[in-house]
């Protein structure tokens, strides 16, 4: 499959400044910027800028970020899925994951993750693809927010549906062990209902055996 790739960008403004939104951005242009300090959901700044990277190096990889002057202070990544998920098991080269996004917490509540989404899905070739993202509490920041699991669930919510995605029941097992975890999907308007079907036999491997 052939991956193309078409830059967007918007302005948000914010009470803290102006950010620009841009992207697919190539790793040559994301080495060259810096790596806001407090990006640390995943791991250490230095590592996940490095991970950015290599993300951005892969034929379906899709980084897209928030850009303060010459810093980024958020992200969205967009790959295919982990190999040893179940969402990789069907071999689908049409199901893309958003594996991560992060918000430093100065720009937080300013509608940064919904921008992201909002110019990711710019992109005519995201109508070819199914767009998953498995949402798990453990990976929320609940102490800095100061909010409870199902007002962070409602937050996540919110900002994925600004990027066109819808919740999707599931029997995947890390999901089902908690009522907060969720996944969410959008299919492009191109996807093939051959693809939908096996998208469906990927959510509920419990049901259909293949």
Known sequence: MEHKKLYNAMELKTKHGTLVIEG??????????????????FRP???????????????????LIARDQNTIVGYVTYLYPDPLERWSEGKMDNLIELGAIEVIPKFRGAGVGKALLQVSMMDDAFEDFICITT?????????????NVWEYRKIMEKMMQAGGL????????EISSHPANTLMARIGSRVDPESI??????????RYMY
Do not use: C
Not at 24 to 41: G, T
Not at 135 to 147: N, R, S, V
Not at 167 to 173: E, N, V
């Open 197 to 206: 079907q096996k998208f469906d036999q990927l959510r509920f491997m419990n």
């Open 24 to 41: 697919p951005v190539p790793s040559r242009e994301l080495k060259e910027l810096d790596f806001h300090e407090d990006l640390v959901a």
């Open 166 to 173: 819808e919740y999707f029941a599931t029997d995947d097992p």
């Open 45 to 63: 700044p230095e590592q996940q800028h490095k991970a950015l990277t290599e993300i951005a190096d892969l034929p379906e990889g899709r980084i």
């Open 135 to 147: 949402e798990y509490y453990w990976h929320w920041d609940l102490k800095g927010t100061g909010l």
